[in-house]
C-alpha cells in the first residue's frame, strides 16, 4: 500500500499530470463561474440596484458568519481523509465525516438563534429596513458551511465533478430558474423573495451533495463502527480557522462595509464591479485547485529545484491569460458592466481599480498556497490576520470620502501588502521566488 501511494504521489508532481488535471478544473470552474455571473447580470436587471445591493449584502453576511459555524474543519478534513484512505483506516475516516457534520450543523444552528434574536431586538428598538431579509438570510448560514466542508470532503475522496459541480453549477442553476419564475409571474423581484429562494435551493443542493458523498463511502468502506478523535482534529481545525476567517474578511469586508456605511443601492452597484473583477482571478483560483498538492509534496521531499520548476510554470499559466483578461476588462469596463444595467455605468472606475490589485496578484504567485502547504500557515495566519484588520481600517476611513471607489482602493492596497508581504515570506523560508519576474529572469538567461 505504501508503495503504490508513493508512486502516485510522485506522479502527481509531473508538469503534465498537473497540465491535466488544472484543465479538467478550469472547464468546471469556467461552467460554474459563467453561469454565476449571468446569475448575477439577470437578477441585477430584474431587480434593481437597491433589492439586488440587499440580496447580495445578505449572501456575504452569511458566508462570513459560515465561517466560525465550519470551525475550519474545511480544510482539515481534506488533510485527514487523504491519510485515512492511504492508511486504510476507515473507522476514524468515517468519524471524521460524522462529527464534522455535527459540528457543522450543530453550531451553525446556534448562530443561527443567536442572531435571529438579535436582529429582532435591534429591530424591536432601532428599526432597519432589512431586518426581515436578515431573519430569512441568517438560515443560510449553517448551509453555506456545510457547502464548505463537503466541497473538501469530496476533494478528498478524489470526486472533483461531485465537489464543485452541486454549489458552482447546480445551486446559481437554480437560483437563476426560481429568479426567472418569480420575475415573471410578478413582473417585479425583491430581496426577500430571492433570499427565500437561495435557502430553499441550497438546502436541496445540499441534501443531495450529503446523499451522494453518503453512498459513495457506504460503497466504499461498508458498515463500520465509528471512531472518533475530537481532539486531534480540532487542533489542526482551529489554526485553519483563523487563517480561513481571514481570508473571508478579505473577500467580504468591503461589500459589507459599504452597505453599513453607504446603503443597499451602493451594495448593488459596487458588487457589478466586485464581481467582474473576480473574472481576472479565474485562472489563478482553477489551476491552484489543482497544483496546490504538489507544492506540499515536494517541499516534503525537501526538492527546492523541482519546486522552484513548478511554482515557476503555475505562475506562468495563472499570469499569462490572467493579464489578457484584465486587459480586456479595463478597456470595456463600461460595456461589460451596462449588461447589468444602466445605472450600473458608475461602478466602472471600481471596477478598473479592483483589477490592479489582482494584477500584483499574479505577478507575485501563488504565495498563500506555498505559504501553507511548506508549514508556514503561522506566519500565514499573522499577514492575513494583520491584512483583514487593515482592511477594515481602510475601508472605514476610504468610503467615507471616495464612496465605493474608496471601497476598491482599500481592497486593492490590502491585495498588494498581502501579497508582496507573502511573497518576500516565500523568498526567505521556503527559498524559491514564486513571482512571474523569476521565470522572465530565466527566460533571458536562456536566450
Not at 153 to 164: E, F, K, S, W
Not at 343 to 356: G, R
Not at 359 to 370: K, Q, R, W
Request: with cysteine; charged share 10%.
Amino acid at each position: 500500500m505504501t508503495t503504490t501511494s508513493l508512486s502516485e504521489t510522485q506522479s502527481s508532481v509531473k508538469l503534465s499530470v498537473l497540465a491535466k488535471n488544472s484543465a479538467t478544473i478550469l472547464l468546471l470552474q469556467a461552467a460554474g463561474t459563467i453561469l454565476s455571473y449571468l446569475t448575477q447580470v439577470c437578477l441585477a436587471q430584474w431587480m434593481g440596484k437597491t433589492e439586488y445591493g440587499i440580496y447580495e449584502y445578505v449572501i456575504s453576511w452569511s458566508l462570513v458568519l459560515a465561517i466560525p459555524a465550519s470551525l475550519g474543519l474545511p480544510r482539515a478534513v481534506l488533510r485527514f481523509i487523504s491519510e485515512y484512505r492511504v492508511r486504510q483506516e476507515w473507522a476514524e475516516l468515517w468519524g471524521l465525516l460524522l462529527s464534522s457534520w455535527q459540528f457543522t450543523v450543530g453550531i451553525g444552528l446556534l448562530l443561527c438563534l443567536g442572531a435571529t434574536e438579535i436582529i429582532s431586538f435591534l429591530d424591536r428598538h432601532h428599526s432597519f429596513s432589512y431586518a426581515s431579509v436578515f431573519l430569512v438570510g441568517i438560515w443560510l448560514v449553517p448551509l453555506q458551511a456545510l457547502i464548505q466542508l463537503q466541497e473538501d470532503m469530496v476533494r478528498g475522496v478524489d470526486n472533483i465533478p461531485l465537489a464543485y459541480a452541486p454549489s458552482k453549477i447546480l445551486w446559481p442553476l437554480f437560483v437563476l430558474g426560481s429568479g426567472l419564475f418569480l420575475f415573471q409571474q410578478n413582473h417585479c423581484l425583491t430581496g426577500i423573495q430571492m433570499t427565500r429562494m437561495a435557502l430553499v435551493t441550497l438546502l436541496i443542493v445540499v441534501v443531495f451533495q450529503v446523499g451522494c458523498l453518503w453512498f459513495k463511502l457506504k460503497e466504499e468502506i461498508g458498515e463500520i463502527k465509528p471512531v472518533y478523535k475530537p481532539r486531534q482534529w480540532l487542533l489542526v481545525a482551529l489554526p485553519l480557522f483563523l487563517n480561513r476567517t481571514f481570508e473571508i474578511l478579505l473577500t467580504q469586508t468591503d461589500i459589507i462595509m459599504v452597505g453599513v456605511l453607504i446603503g443597499a443601492g451602493a451594495v448593488g452597484i459596487y458588487s457589478a464591479a466586485a464581481k467582474t473583477a473576480l473574472w481576472t482571478a479565474f485562472f489563478l483560483h482553477s489551476i491552484n485547485l489543482a497544483t496546490t498538492p504538489a507544492y506540499a509534496i515536494l517541499y516534503a521531499q525537501g526538492d527546492r529545484e523541482e519546486l522552484q520548476k513548478v511554482v515557476a510554470k503555475v505562475t506562468l499559466w495563472i499570469f499569462v491569460p490572467s493579464v489578457a483578461i484584465a486587459i480586456i476588462l479595463a478597456i470595456f469596463a463600461q460595456p461589460i458592466l451596462r449588461i447589468f444595467g444602466p445605472e450600473f455605468l458608475v461602478s466602472h472606475w471600481s471596477l478598473k481599480i479592483l483589477i490592479i490589485g489582482y494584477l500584483v496578484d499574479f505577478l507575485c504567485g501563488p504565495v498563500g498556497n506555498l505559504m501553507v502547504m511548506t508549514g508556514n500557515q503561522n506566519q500565514a495566519v499573522v499577514v492575513s490576520g494583520f491584512c483583514a484588520f487593515m482592511n477594515v481600517g481602510l475601508n472605514a476611513i476610504l468610503i467615507p470620502q471616495f464612496g465605493v471607489e474608496g471601497a476598491a482602493i482599500a481592497t486593492t492596497l490590502t491585495l498588494v501588502t498581502w501579497n508582496v508581504w507573502q511573497c518576500i515570506l516565500v523568498i526567505k523560508n521556503v527559498e524559491i521566488n514564486p513571482s512571474i519576474f523569476y521565470y522572465l529572469q530565466i527566460g533571458k538567461k536562456s536566450t
